[in-house]
């Protein structure tokens, strides 16, 4: 399983920003998916999740409100549509995939930079 995550870049507090995360090869023995990030000098913290099986939904209570995630089966892509961005969501964003035997895989990251 190879993640990309995609879509990361400069944008001002209180604005919008979606990014991606394609997903490929065993797709299929995915069960989990989420969003993850660190920022400088912090440890690697969960954001949010969802099923790959109903779509259930899951996120930290912090996010709740701004931040969606999704996903277009069809185009084994993940999303993080994140609005009323705050200087401290600046961060590395990560991708990571759960699969049905144990192991899960995490994608290079994508840089997001909330600033003025």
């Known amino acids: 399983v190879q993640l990309v995550e995609s879509g990361g870049g400069l944008v001002q507090p209180g604005g919008s920003l979606k990014i991606s995360c394609t997903i490929s090869g065993f797709t299929s023995d995915i069960y989990y998916m989420t969003w993850d990030r660190q920022a400088p000098g912090k440890e690697r913290e969960f954001v949010a999740g969802?099923?790959?099986?109903?779509?259930?939904?899951n996120y930290e209570d912090s996010q709740k409100g701004r931040f969606t995630i999704s996903r277009d089966s069809a185009k084994n892509t993940v999303y993080l549509q994140m609005s009323s961005l705050k200087p401290e969501d600046t961060a590395v964003y990560y991708c990571n995939a759960r699969l049905l035997n144990g192991s899960d895989y995490w994608g290079q990251g994508t840089q997001v930079i909330v600033s003025s």
């Open positions: 969802i099923s790959t099986y109903g779509g259930t939904t």
